[in-house]
């Protein structure tokens, strides 16, 4: 089974500051064939189902601000919300979809400092 | 617009069955991938199944492998979840999601409001 970690567990940034997590998959989810990393952000605030941010790995999902943005390849991957806005606050997950299972980083808090 | 509500969750003794329903509506849901994933409370999120837009195909967690089965009715437009053996960690709000693609490898773009199960004597 692939392993997913994330740094830090927790973050709190200033208002307009930029917060940058850090996610790491213990092999590489990049698929040589179509150059993919099948890795997806998710944001859940409390009380609400999680909500898709990034899909591979890079990929804005419609309507998402463009504050947020994904980076990364092979193992090494990261969230960065340029100017992080009140709204922002929530959990934030990675997950792979490269191979069953489709394993889920364990979160990382980030709140307003 | 794309709906998932999720129904059948409660209090259930362990050892003993549930069966989890989705109705889907505002897609083509024959048309894509489905999964399960469940939530603690207080914990993170925990992918539990998926299974492919025809149901030729369905992958678990090692976790509630041989205790859980996806199924789907394309017909009626409903995912299911079949748990049996149910243990106490087995307590949390599960999920259900439509991934992006027919065989859930694109990502999970759409998420219902969750239901409870809680296990306990």
């Known amino acids: 089974d692939i392993v997913m970690t994330q740094s830090p567990d927790s973050l709190a940034v200033s208002l307009g500051e930029r917060a940058t997590i850090n996610c790491k998959s213990s092999?590489?989810?990049?698929?040589?064939?179509?150059?993919?990393?099948?890795l997806g952000w998710y944001q859940q605030k409390p009380g609400q189902p999680p909500k898709l941010l990034i899909y591979?790995?890079?990929t804005r999902e419609s309507g998402v601000p463009d504050r947020f943005s994904g980076s990364g390849s092979g193992t090494d991957f990261t969230l960065t919300i340029s100017s992080l806005q009140a709204e922002d606050v929530a959990v934030y997950y990675c997950?792979?979809?490269?191979?069953?299972?489709?394993?889920f980083g364990p979160g990382t808090k980030v709140d307003i400092k | 617009q794309v709906q998932l509500v999720e129904s059948g969750g409660g209090v259930v003794q362990p050892g003993r069955s549930l069966r989890l329903s989705c109705a889907a509506s505002?897609?083509?849901?024959?048309?894509?991938?489905m999964h399960w994933v469940r939530q603690a409370p207080g914990k993170g999120l925990e992918w539990v199944a998926v299974?492919?837009?025809?149901?030729?195909?369905?992958y678990y967690a090692d976790s509630v492998k041989g205790r859980f089965t996806i199924s789907r009715d394309n017909s009626k437009n409903t995912l299911y979840l079949q748990m049996n053996s149910l243990r106490a960690e087995d307590t949390a709000v599960y999920y259900c999601?439509?991934?992006?693609?027919?065989?859930?490898?694109?990502?999970?773009?759409?998420w219902g409001q969750g239901t409870l199960v809680t296990v306990s004597s």
């Open positions: 997950q792979q979809y490269y191979s069953t299972p489709f394993t």
């Open positions: 505002g897609f083509s849901f024959s048309s894509s991938g």
């Open positions: 092999q590489s989810v990049l698929y040589s064939s179509n150059n993919k990393n099948y």
């Open positions: 299974i492919w837009y025809d149901g030729s195909n369905k």
């Open positions: 591979w790995a890079s």
């Open positions: 999601a439509r991934d992006k693609d027919y065989g859930g490898k694109g990502g999970i773009d759409s």
